[in-house]
């Protein structure tokens, strides 16, 4: 199989600037067919800027990208056929009853979705006969995800999905998609919630004020060869590769990704009364990457 | 299709509310006629020779005590504004009410496109002002034939289609900066319909403003003119209007295509 056949979404040194202002800055990764895959980063980083220039809303200033084989600009309306898209802030005309917003978007596309969209309004627990003005942000949501899934996409584009959902809701979500994706659908999913991605995502990239700083898979990124330090008796100690640092009552705990050798001998000249080693937790690893 | 269809139900009540307005102040001016074109008779001279006043709205040229002349001179006037103000809204909110509303990326993610989001929207405008247009004919026609008068049906024909293609001009050039906004800027647009109706009555009070004439679209459509030459529509003013018509909605297409979406 050659790489358009197995990849869903491509992204070439993909840049995105605002005049002045930082977007996006030479983002490249893949998303393979198949994959659940998180893209992580902390708020204004740059996920939306690059789900929504995926998604022709906004034009690259650079770089390029396809999704399902089809280029992002030239291919905009076939990409639309084939994927489900949830924006973070889901929002329809407040006039139209739900039913009617979920008919209107199977509609557009030409599918008869009813059996779908009604399962799914069933599991998500939407009342369709409301109107839209009378939604909270978590059942409009909801609205949302039946509309980005009645059509069984190839592929699914989520935006920081969960947020405003309830634990249940959120759970029913995972379960969706983890059935579509069983089902060969491809999920892209961005969050800034560690443990969703971590729970249910196989890849992760992660952005950073507009650079892609890593992509790999959730195991590896856990891994950074990085270790959670305490030693007691330390004060103000200084060395490359301390990241999170915090003076304790009794000495110090840090996160490090240095030479092992370069911190025993710097602990070697303070009065080590306790030490452990430890791995770090995921958050811990996340939060470096933030950092 | 669907986004046409989409369209003209969220557009619904915005068209029945401007169309009873301005057709009710419209027939209740006729209806009120019979009651004062005796008073009327001892004013017309004084009306038809107030200078620039009697000029701008027309009174030089017809006689207020004929219904011909109360229709071109005060009921035109009337549906002029409100049809060129309904269609100013129309055209502003079209494309920017999708990013101000913030439902531009459920319906930029769709598989309609963005050249088919502006058909979608200009079809619905066109269908409107066509129905608006369409109904007051009706409503014209039937008040009059209801007191007893008549109005030319060649002059009336004449002036609805002016009307609809001063309309489509007023629409098609706010279209085009609804293309370009992220705002629903609707004062802008009610603005633009006042502002093009002043400098009508501007180049037809001073001849230094006359050249006025080819900007307004109010001009070519003025039901004065219309029925004082018996259904002739000025080409050169209704030629430049039409011209501004299509570039304006080039100009739409071309902005919307390629230009980012809000949030």
Known sequence: MNAENTSAITIKSLTKTYGKNRGIEDVSFEVQRGEIFGFLGPNGAGKSTTIRCLLGLIRPTGGSAEILGCDIVKGHRDIMKRIGYMPSETQFYPSMKVSEVIRFAADVRGVDCREEAAKLCERLKVDTKKRIEELSLGNRKKVGIVCAMQHRPELFIFDEPTSGLDPLIQAEFFELVREYNAQGATCFLSSHVLSEIRKYCGKAAIIREGRLIACDTIDHLAHTGAKFIRAEGVRDLRLDGMSKVVQTDGGMEFVYSGSMNDLLKALSAHDVQDLSIEEPSLEDVFMQYYD | ?263
Not at chain 2, 5 to 26: A, D, T
Not at chain 2, 96 to 125: D, M, N, Q
Not at chain 2, 138 to 148: N, P, Q, R, Y
Not at chain 2, 250 to 257: E, P, S
């Open chain 2, 1 to 263: 299709m669907t986004l046409y269809k989409h369209e003209l139900k969220l557009n619904r009540v915005g068209f029945l509310i401007w169309l009873l307005g301005v057709l009710s102040m419209s027939a209740g001016c006729i209806f009120l006629f019979p009651l004062i074109d005796d008073s009327m008779a001892d004013m017309s001279d004084a009306f038809a020779s107030m200078g620039g006043f009697s000029a701008a709205f027309g009174m030089d040229k017809l006689a207020i005590t004929t219904l011909e002349g109360f229709f071109g001179t005060e009921i035109g006037t009337i549906f002029a504004l409100g049809g060129g103000m309904y269609a100013a809204l129309l055209g502003i909110s079209a494309l920017s009410k999708e990013e101000s509303g913030h439902t531009a990326e459920f319906l930029h993610t769709l598989t309609i496109g963005r050249c088919g989001i502006v058909t979608g929207k200009l079809l619905a405008i066109l269908t409107y002002l066509c129905l608006f247009d369409v109904v007051a004919f009706g409503v014209f026609a039937g008040s009059a034939a209801l007191i007893g008068e008549s109005l030319s049906m060649k002059c009336l024909v004449c002036y609805i289609l002016a009307q609809f293609a001063a309309q489509t001009e007023i629409a098609s050039v706010c279209l085009a900066l609804s293309a370009y906004s992220k705002r629903s800027s609707l004062g802008l647009g009610l603005g633009i319909a006042l502002v093009l109706y002043v400098l009508d009555i501007v180049a037809r009070i001073t001849e230094q403003a006359d050249f006025l004439k080819y900007i307004t679209p109010f001009s070519y459509s003025n039901a004065t003119d219309v029925f004082v030459n018996q259904g002739s529509i000025e080409a050169i003013p209704l030629c430049i209007g039409l011209g501004v018509t299509v570039t304006s909605i080039f100009t739409a297409y071309f902005i919307y295509r390629t230009r980012d979406i809000a949030a």
